[in-house]
């Protein structure tokens, strides 16, 4: 039966041409061939299906692709990708490229069928009765067969060599899915799919990339000799690669050239002006993969970390890999590069990359958790310490790249403040906030029961002035420590604990060690709410957030929209925002903290534009790191500055160690001389410039004021108290009541107890102070005063004794003149 020159696409060509190449390959292979035994019995329907049966990758519209992700304001920041691919429409290839691939790889694609039957079977004839090897004749379609078959490797060389092994039975596969393919797509559609996965050498795949890769031009805008040059690639990418073998490049593309001219493709005038071009490799555009050279490397890796994460991409993580570097996702993020720019600029004012300090400014929305912006004073990333580079993201939890945490200082008592009114205990609550107190053997409330404090534990205050009796609001104001520390014992180690955890507190912990559970660490250490564990700073914002969202907390998220190749939404890695504060107990930590901002140690940092801001300052032991943590109802930012424990002279273990941390330490890189201050360093220097200028793009929203039940607490009525003193403590105390001993001057004998004031069975505050009264003797301003009215009254008298006693003179004096 003669072949047809044109392509057949019956179900008889098909059949015809499976059972020649059977019969001349002399091979049955079972699982690939519908057996020859067999033929009669199966209808040529039931055939024609056998052939054309496809792998899953045949069948699959594109091939693997680059991901991009943009910035809010539409343009690129990265891409991710194993194979630089950007798939493109046939018609977004220019006719000359496709005339030069077809030259040189299949010049009669469009008159032949799956395969070229003169050259397929010359090959065949020939690689049976010679043991010198196979010899090609591969179709276009063929050679689209064997790629994909490579791709589905993935990269496995073991794979890749059994796709590639030169073998007949490895031809004939390829034969039969050529037929089956033919049968499926169009010749324009399988040349689209060649042209869109071929490997065109240096790392870009498919022709648009290539075009980009090489000359800088899309595919549709290739002219000859850049065209030429490409589809001469194909055959041999790496040894005909023109950046690294730029003659073998030209020569192989001369080559094309000429089949073309011998086709009459072009003229030979033509030719000879194409080859004349000089290939330039500063005219291509290298599209990096990755993180490492993008404008916000460490906000890059956070996305990519998230997408890792995301069950919406896969259930395993090489699923998700897989949809991140191949499946051509666009990737939307939230990235204002005006405000990251603004947070990086006043990050890099303070401290340089170089300096051995580390600084972090991060801001969150709050009720959304869409990151603002995260900026660090290391931003470039890179392995060169002398450069100032890491490969860390400062502000993350390991999970998204970080490595280590910072101890947050004073900006924890905003956790303890929360528990403390999330229990009832008012804002009007007062201690005795004397310094130093020595908290040795006090008793509290863990996760675990009541238990008490272990070891030395005395606490003292950083301000003076206020080591008294005051309320919340004034602790705050001044960061009161002993004030703080009775308080998160009155509250509940476990309550405080769980407060942070709620609000999105991450401790750091090594990398590949299990995340550390804050409550299980440090519900029994009273050290907590001033700021002893080491937190990412992102998550600190994370926290304050949610004060400013009333309550509602929500994970930090950047990722706002991902669609797939084919423009398809899928679900982005959700925030899970949800009410973990009642919103009155948010608006009594925001009335407090606004008081900080008004009247206490934030008035340096506070924008001066008349929004409502709340804000808590942070410094550690030694001055090591100090923080500002603040808020607006519509932003949440915290900045932080820390020393680099690695380097000197902040290296405890290398000379010159400097024990006073940041305290007027002075920054040669940016000129800078820090006090050692929350207030005056995070907050003066980093949190007020950056919020000055993103404030104006917000509204001036209000905080809501807090019930009149959070301020003053629910009035109850103490019980009987009696004489009894421990035991009316005990009773006190167990119903949340604080109890002080109070002396005071007396008729009675010292030391001996006066009773209680209030007294049993007075209506007051829940939670209030309740004193034992005792006496400290009798006044000694009374008797003062009693021997200084008898003293004045003795003078009044003998001074009424002088007067009578002159005038009784007087008057003896005169009756005796009258007589």
């Known amino acids: 039966m003669p072949f047809s020159p044109k392509r057949a696409g019956s179900v008889v060509y098909s059949l015809v041409m499976f059972v020649i190449v059977s019969v001349l390959a002399g091979v049955l292979i079972a699982g690939l061939f519908v057996p020859v035994a067999g033929m009669a019995g199966v209808s040529s329907k039931a055939a024609a299906a056998e052939l054309e ?63 070229d039957v003169k050259g397929t079977l010359r090959a065949l004839v020939r690689n049976s009765t010679t043991d010198s090897g196979t010899q090609g004749g591969s179709s276009i379609t063929q050679q689209y067969v064997k790629m994909v078959q490579i791709e589905a490797c993935k990269g496995e060389v073991k794979c890749v060599k059994q ?69 001469g690639l194909v055959q041999n990418p790496d040894s005909y690669n023109p950046v690294t073998h730029p003659a073998a490049a030209l020569d192989r593309r001369d080559v094309v050239l000429n089949r073309m001219t011998e086709l009459k493709l072009i003229t030979s005038a033509q030719a000879k002006k194409a080859k004349k071009v000089e290939f330039d490799p500063k005219d291509g555009k290298v599209v990096h993969a990755g993180c490492l050279d993008t404008r916000y490397p460490f906000l ?15 259930k395993t993580e090489a699923e998700r890999r897989d949809a991140l570097y191949r499946g051509g996702l666009t990737i939307q993020t939230a990235i204002d590069p005006k405000t990251q720019d603004l947070a990086q600029k006043k990050v890099s004012s303070v401290v340089s990359p170089t300096d051995p300090l580390i600084s972090t400014m991060n801001m969150i929305q709050p009720g959304t958790g869409l990151i603002v912006a995260s900026a660090q004073s290391r931003p470039v990333m890179g392995r060169s310490k002398k450069k100032g580079q890491t490969y860390w993201n400062l502000s993350a939890d390991v999970e998204h790249g970080g490595i280590q945490g910072y101890q947050a200082g004073s900006t924890f008592k905003a956790f303890t403040m929360a528990a403390a009114l999330e229990k009832g205990i008012p804002i009007s ?33 950083s301000v003076t002035g206020h080591s008294k009796t005051i309320n919340m609001t004034e602790a705050a104001e001044y960061s009161v420590n002993t004030y703080f520390v009775q308080l998160e014992l009155a509250a509940g180690m476990c309550n405080v604990t769980k407060m942070a955890q709620n609000l999105g507190v991450k401790v750091g912990h090594p990398i590949g060690q299990p995340a550390v559970d804050i409550v299980k660490e440090f519900n029994d250490k009273p050290s907590f709410t001033l700021g002893t564990a080491e937190v990412s700073p992102m998550s600190m914002a994370e926290a304050y957030a949610t004060f400013a969202a009333r309550g509602v907390h929500c994970d930090p998220i950047i990722v706002s929209k991902i669609t797939n190749r084919a423009g398809k939404s899928i679900p982005v890695p959700s925030a899970n925002c949800k009410q973990v504060l009642d919103p009155d107990v948010a608006d009594g930590v925001s009335k407090i903290l606004k008081s900080v901002m008004d009247h206490g140690t934030g008035t340096r940092a506070k924008v001066l534009n008349g929004y409502d801001q709340a804000g808590k300052t942070g410094t550690i032991d030694s001055n090591r790191a100090v923080w500002f943590a603040g808020y607006t109802p519509e ?79 629910k009035k109850v009525k103490l019980p009987y108290l009696g004489y009894d003193i421990s035991a009316a403590t005990k009773k006190l105390e167990k119903a949340g009541f604080t109890v002080e001993k109070r002396y005071v001057y007396s008729s009675r004998d010292k030391y001996s107890f006066l009773g209680w004031s209030p007294n049993s069975f007075a209506t007051v505050p829940q939670y209030s102070t309740v004193y034992a009264n005792f006496s400290k003797g ?20 003998k001074k009424a004794a002088a007067e009578a006693k002159k005038k009784a003179a007087e008057a003896k004096k005169k009756k005796k003149a009258g007589g």
């Open 635 to 713: 932003t949440a930012g915290v900045a932080m500055i820390s020393v680099d424990g690695t380097r000197k002279p902040f290296d405890k273990d290398k000379a010159g160690y400097r024990s006073t941390g940041v305290k007027n330490y002075y920054v040669s890189d940016t000129q800078q001389l820090l006090e050692g201050s929350g207030s005056g360093d995070a907050g003066m220097k980093i949190w007020k410039p950056v919020m000055e200028k993103y404030l104006k793009s917000l509204p001036d929203t209000k905080f809501k004021q807090p019930s009149h039940r959070l301020e003053v607490g």
């Open 778 to 797: 009798k006044d000694p301003a009374i008797a003062k005063a009693k021997k200084a009215r008898d003293k004045a009254e003795a003078a009044a008298k």
């Open 53 to 115: 049966s496809l792998p899953a990758e045949l069948s699959t519209p594109a091939p693997p692709t680059r991901s991009r992700v943009l910035m809010g304001d539409g343009k690129t920041l990265a891409y991710f990708y194993d194979e630089d691919r950007v798939p493109v429409t046939l018609s977004q290839v220019a006719p000359v490229m496709r005339q030069a691939q077809l030259a040189i790889e299949d010049h009669r694609y469009y008159e032949h069928g799956a395969l």
């Open 300 to 314: 890059c890796d956070y996305v990519r970390l998230t997408l890792l994460q995301s069950p919406a991409l896969g």
């Open 429 to 461: 609550k007062k201690f005795n906030a004397r310094s130093p107190i020595d908290f040795s053997g006090r008793s509290y409330e863990s996760c675990a029961g009541q238990t008490h404090v272990y070891g030395d534990f005395k606490v003292g205050n």
């Open 163 to 231: 796709a590639q092994v030169r073998t007949l039975k490895r031809k004939i596969r390829e034969l039969r899915y050529a037929i089956a393919l033919e049968r499926k797509f169009s010749k324009d559609e399988i040349l689209e799919r060649y042209l869109n996965i071929a490997y065109y050498g240096d790392g870009a795949y498919g022709i648009q990339s290539a075009a980009k890769h090489y000359f800088g031009v899309t595919a549709k805008k290739l002219t000859l000799p850049e065209a030429a040059m490409l589809a």
